[in-house]
């Protein structure tokens, strides 16, 4: 086989993985602080209107970024405010903020670009690799963070803790309430930096297209760990690579190959290789002195 | 019981106030964008009740509504949140596709069949999930969103492939007609004889019998019957069922597939009354309207046929904003995110309220 190709192949499907494993992440840091973030997607909705946007406005791919991050950190701290301090079911809560993201990127995007459906073209970007976004290379150093920061400092003990047992970990002194927030928040972050690699050429409606769903399979397929959380989205991004890429020589229909990281997590989730458990407390709003 | 019912007026206050809280907001961003209020107010009373026909189109666009609404509410009674809506819709309707364009049947014979057909593609795409969550007990949220992406997959292939029926005219892959002893015909013609001047262009067809149907069987099992009472007190506490001696498991999965069932109707009017076909193309989202129509209608039969009315209004609304203001339709979608949290939030403030109020009673 051609070594361009497969050259190709390799950076084309990190770039593809990457918005999935940035959500994914994200997915793991909520979930594993007790709260259940199927907002993933809503928030990725704001934080890639929200790239562009801020290119735009400040003169800076960083800039922008950054402001994504902003925007994730504050659509992420609804859900928080919401499921944590009000104790709203995690669920209802991370819905109506799809809802609301879904008309908020339209909305956004008619008052400033004059367009509902698309913004303007973004003039700055991340330099490129063969034609892929270099942010993307981004995710690897970010997961061995998320890793480490999970798995070896006190923070991220404290933060599993409260998503396992928060009555004990409230006992033993843990702020509950710090620590989701933080989760949540974290969550917010990395859909920041999943737009980072999402088209920020520009801003067109529809264009997250379910990529944090898929993000939150990775996250199940994963087993809630960091890393085996990106190895999940980078196994479902390229396995979409290859559709894209070798349409014409696949036999699949293309449409089998989308249905798989979805039917993939069912069957994880069934039990059927081996066993998946969530963090025992996820979805599960804690209350102070009950029970 | 009476105590209960003292209280119920606080419930009825959360959504009544998180609907004038919407509206509020939806006028402050009117403001913001530098509209007039008061073009705004007309643009939206133009589009809603301005004449017969915009209100027979409200009660049209209220009937998949009120069916997604139901779906999502009788899960939830039995505390099982059926994301999966979306999903059994697309493939109930093409179910009940399938059955409209391939039998041959009598009229009176081939609308019954098309509707259970849709009923069954429902509730089986509701079946994995459902077993899975009371065979093995995983949370049936993360399983039915990823049916829901499942479904959209499969559909897309099986328009574009095995069932697609595209006669070079049409761009969008479909399937073939529906066979015309299976179209739904339209009720206008009564409505107009009751004195409701209902133009033919608004589609009140026989998908509204359905719904009407579905509606009163539902409150009828829930409120009427046994098994009905036993959904309710699953919903209201499992530990309590399951003392009771009420078979928690069987309810929860009998009341997951009734769900599916329900949700399996939702394309039936755009499926064999407006179209007369099934595309890929059929109206997205009603899964995600349907969990804040329950929600709003406070998972009640009757409340949900009030929010699946308002939510007709709010899409009209923001359609007649769309057209005569400067402020874009997606507005609608903010409004109704914000009115969810709002309202969900104003009920656990009024939740602790009552209880704190309970325990003054009790000292």
């Known amino acids: ?291 | 019981m009476k105590r209960i019912s003292k209280y119920s007026l606080y419930e009825l206050a959360a959504p009544l106030l998180g609907f004038a809280a919407s509206m509020v907001i939806l006028l402050a961003i009117v403001v913001v964008v530098g509209e007039n209020p008061g073009k705004a107010v007309t643009a939206i009373w133009k589009m809603t009740f301005s004449s017969p026909a915009r209100a027979a189109t409200l009660l049209s666009m209220s009937i998949p509504l009120f069916l997604a609404g139901l779906a999502v509410a009788l899960a939830f009674r039995a505390s099982i949140f059926n994301i999966g809506v979306e999903g059994q819709y697309f493939m109930g309707a093409l179910t009940g596709a399938m059955a409209g364009i391939y039998l041959h049947l009598p009229a009176w014979l081939h609308i019954p069949v098309v509707v259970i057909c849709a009923m069954a593609g429902g509730m089986l795409w509701a079946l994995v999930p459902a077993l899975l969550k009371v065979g093995r007990g995983i949370h049936e949220v993360i399983t039915t969103i990823m049916f829901n992406s499942i479904a959209l997959a499969l559909v897309n292939w099986l328009v574009n492939g095995p069932l697609s029926g595209v006669e070079g005219a049409s761009l969008e892959a479909q399937t073939k007609h529906i066979q015309p002893t299976a179209v739904f015909q339209k009720l206008n013609a009564g409505f107009r004889a009751l004195g409701w001047d209902v133009p033919d262009f608004v589609y009140l067809d026989y998908s509204l019998i359905v719904a009407v149907v579905i509606g009163l069987v539902t409150w009828f099992v829930l409120f009427r019957l046994r098994a009905g009472f036993e959904l309710r007190a699953v919903g209201t506490s499992t530990d309590v069922s399951l003392y009771a001696g009420i078979k928690v498991k069987q309810v929860q999965l009998g009341a997951f597939l009734a769900s599916g069932a329900i949700a399996g109707l939702i394309g039936l009017q755009e499926v064999f009354a407006i179209r007369g076909f099934y595309t890929y193309e059929i109206a997205s989202g009603l899964g995600l309207d349907g969990i804040a129509i329950a929600l709003i209608g406070r998972n009640s039969p009757l409340g949900v046929v009030f929010s699946a009315f308002l939510f007709a209004f709010l899409k009209q609304a923001g359609y007649g904003l769309q057209i005569y203001t400067r402020v874009p339709n997606s507005v609608i979608y903010v409004i109704t995110g914000v009115m969810i949290l709002f309202i969900v939030v104003t009920n656990e403030l009024i939740a602790k309220y009552i209880r704190a109020l309970r325990k003054k009673e009790a000292v």
């Open chain 1, 1 to 291: 086989m051609d070594l361009n190709i497969v050259l190709d192949y390799l950076l084309k499907g990190l770039e593809i993985s990457a918005p999935i494993g940035f959500a994914a992440l994200g997915g793991v840091f909520s979930e594993k602080s007790g709260v259940t973030n199927i907002a993933l997607e809503g928030i990725m909705i704001v934080t890639t209107f929200g790239i562009v946007w801020g290119s735009i406005m400040f003169g800076s791919i960083w800039l922008g970024l950054l402001f994504a991050v902003l925007l994730g950190v504050i659509v992420a701290a609804i859900h928080a405010l919401v499921t944590v301090t009000y104790k709203v079911d995690q669920i209802i809560s991370g819905t109506a903020i799809n809802i609301l993201a879904l008309g908020l990127g339209r909305f956004l995007s008619q008052n400033v670009f004059g367009q509902e459906t698309q913004t303007a073209m973004n003039p700055f970007a991340f330099p490129q690799i063969r034609g892929m976004n270099s942010f993307a290379l981004a995710l690897i150093p970010v997961a061995i963070l998320s890793w480490f920061v999970l798995q070896k400092t006190v923070f991220g003990l404290r933060l599993r803790s409260v998503g396992e047992n928060p009555e004990s970990a409230d006992t033993l002194g843990v702020n509950v309430t710090l620590m989701r927030y933080a989760g949540v928040i974290i969550s917010g972050v990395m859909c920041g930096l999943a737009a980072g690699v999402l088209y920020p050429s520009r801003w067109v409606s529809g264009m997250t297209g379910g990529r944090g769903f898929i993000a939150l399979a990775a996250m199940i397929f994963g087993r809630w760990s960091p890393i085996g959380a990106v190895l999940a989205a980078m196994l479902f991004g390229y396995a979409d690579t290859a559709r894209i890429m070798f349409e014409s020589q696949i036999p699949i229909p293309s449409q089998f190959v989308q249905m798989f990281p979805y039917v993939l997590a069912v069957v994880v989730l069934a039990g059927f290789v081996g066993k998946a458990r969530g963090p025992a407390a996820a979805g599960r709003p804690y209350v102070k002195g009950e029970d």
